[in-house]
């Protein structure tokens, strides 16, 4: 059994999906960070960056494992089952490339550009102004990598679950912003149906109930 603690964001998302799609038992801690339950000593024991998502493998092979950040809980969960990640080649490479690129573009950018146009206490245009742009920029990028291939790395894998989360709220809403750069996203939305069609993806996207 897994031990899975997580939010409603999108962060904590890609992995109840992970856990979806491959098919483990999962008991859902729900950690509320809007009352600020991530620095509970607790939790900090398991997640030293005081961040969800966080698992705790009961079933590892030397005990209990916990694992934050949700691209490692991706990678060892894909492992721990051989779903979703192939053992090694071109198609490992390209969907650690794009997990990567979620990870370092996808969730920062667009995290910051959520804080200064929804949540700063003053608005700063050139804020505003320069996350939309970086945001709509890597929808761009995203549109045509999926103009390319089906899925981003080539097959469905954790790549894709790992982003899916962060398009879903923001696509019409940075496309609006920033129709000049991101373009319609034609790609993208296919990619979105495509994925949001899966029982496995919606069932995950409603992790937590609260």
Same mark, same amino acid.
């Given at each position: 059994m897994i031990d899975l603690y997580t939010w409603t964001t999108p962060n904590g998302r890609k992995v109840s999906i992970m856990l979806e799609e491959a098919g483990l038992p999962?008991?859902?801690?729900?950690?509320?960070?809007?009352k600020n339950e991530q620095f509970a000593p607790a939790f900090l024991k398991i997640s030293p960056n005081n961040r @969800?998502?966080?698992?705790v493998d009961n079933d590892a092979d030397d005990g209990p494992l916990a694992v934050f950040e949700s691209g490692a809980i991706l990678i060892y969960l894909a492992e721990k089952t051989g779903k979703f990640l192939a053992a090694k080649g071109a198609q490992r490479a390209k969907a650690l490339e794009w997990l990567m690129w979620q990870m370092s573009g996808i969730g920062p950018m667009f995290g910051q550009l959520n804080h200064f146009a929804n949540a700063a206490p003053e608005k700063i245009p050139y804020a505003i102004?320069?996350?939309?742009?970086?945001?709509?920029?890597? @929808?761009?990028?995203?549109?045509?990598r999926l103009g390319e291939a089906q899925f981003l790395g080539g097959d469905y894998s954790i790549a894709d679950m790992i982003t899916y989360p962060w398009i879903v709220p923001a696509l019409d809403l940075i496309v609006g912003l920033k129709p000049e750069i991101a373009g319609e996203a034609a790609n993208a939305r296919r990619w979105l149906a495509e994925v949001g069609a899966r029982p496995a993806v919606q069932r995950g996207m409603a992790v937590p109930k609260v």
């Open positions: 999962y008991a859902v801690h729900p950690v509320n960070i809007g @969800i998502p966080a698992i102004d320069r996350y939309a742009s970086e945001a709509a920029r890597l @929808i761009a990028v995203l549109d045509k």
